[in-house]
């Protein structure tokens, strides 16, 4: 009985000292920790000071970013962004100049390396997205494209009513109106008739063999030209091209102001009403295909024939 209490009361101060020194061990940390902290609160209060100093930095740098390099932004949402990607930037140098006031080497090392990896892991889940982001800061900056333009690429062709960080809107002409990935746009050529006041129209014509073709070239150069006046280092260009099925045909080139698809089609429409209006007071004649249709007997041939 005796033995058995001596073992209890051995077993109780044990127990006791392993509290009593795991407060001792916890209360020697956090002493440490204390001691710490005092001695680091300087750097702590300057690094507070720090972060609060570039914070107004980054307001001052988002306000020059957009008074100096945004003049050129025409899209007020890519304004919005890149003026909020350049506060975040400034204000991330901060916090890392903070840190190193604070002696936090390691941390800091810690900090970028995992900044790293999940920058490298976000890269790669979003090639298509970043990809589209940085050709809208291309698109944005680039002095051949802004809202209003006239442009036409390999399938579309409209004027660009906006331009974000993803993709460029056009507006085609049946009032409908397609969304171009940035990537797309930025890698495949288009142009952009809104650079250029003036423009070359070339318009197609055909004339019967048997008309006089020095005549109708003279007569053609004429009235372009008294149409379209051309200015200086422009003239109206006449070439007959082919031996077609039933005429010889031709294309006349000139000049005139252009700035988007409907002036096209508005002087082509003016140079073929001019032409054939002239064509037939010179009795020059426009000759189209004939068919002849012979019905035979259980047979049915088509003869085609040149005009006269």
């Not at 949402?77 to 890392?96: E, H």
């Not at 690429?153 to 960080?165: A, K, P, Q």
């Not at 003239?235 to 080139?253: A, L, M, T």
């Amino acid at each position: 009985m005796l033995q058995n209490t001596s073992s209890n009361t051995s077993s109780t101060s044990d127990s006791t000292f392993q509290v009593s020194d795991a407060i001792s061990q916890l209360w020697d940390k956090l002493d440490g920790w204390l001691d710490a902290i005092i001695l680091k609160l300087p750097n702590f209060v300057v690094a507070i000071l720090v972060m609060v100093l570039f914070y107004f930095i980054a307001k001052g740098m988002r306000r020059l970013v957009k008074r100096l390099v945004l003049r050129k932004v025409h899209e007020e949402s890519i304004k919005q962004i890149i003026g909020q990607v350049t506060f975040a930037i400034t204000l991330l140098i901060g916090f890392f100049v903070a840190l190193g006031v604070m002696e936090l080497d390691k941390v800091l090392t810690s900090i970028l390396a995992g900044a790293g990896v999940v920058g490298l892991a976000i890269g790669l889940a979003l090639q298509g997205t970043l990809s589209n982001t940085v050709s809208g800061f291309i698109l944005s900056f680039l002095p051949k494209i802004s809202i209003g333009d006239w442009i036409e690429t390999d399938d579309e062709v409209g004027m660009v009513t906006e331009i974000n960080l993803r993709n460029i809107t056009i507006k085609r002409p049946d009032n409908n109106f397609t969304i171009i990935p940035n990537s797309n746009f930025v890698d495949n050529p288009f142009t952009n008739y809104s650079l250029s006041d003036r423009s070359r129209i070339i318009v197609g014509c055909g004339v019967g063999y048997e008309s006089d073709l020095q005549m109708v070239e003279d007569l053609t150069v004429k009235i372009i030209g008294d149409a379209f006046p051309q200015k200086e280092n422009e003239e109206v260009e006449f070439f007959y091209q082919e031996f077609g099925d039933s005429s010889i045909n031709f294309v006349v080139r000139f000049w005139a102001d252009l700035n988007n698809g409907k002036d096209k089609l508005t002087h082509q429409h003016k140079a073929v009403k001019i032409i054939k209006k002239h064509f037939d007071e010179a009795d020059i004649n426009i000759p189209f295909p004939i068919r002849t249709l012979d019905f035979g007997k259980n047979n049915l041939t088509v003869h085609s024939e040149k005009s006269k």
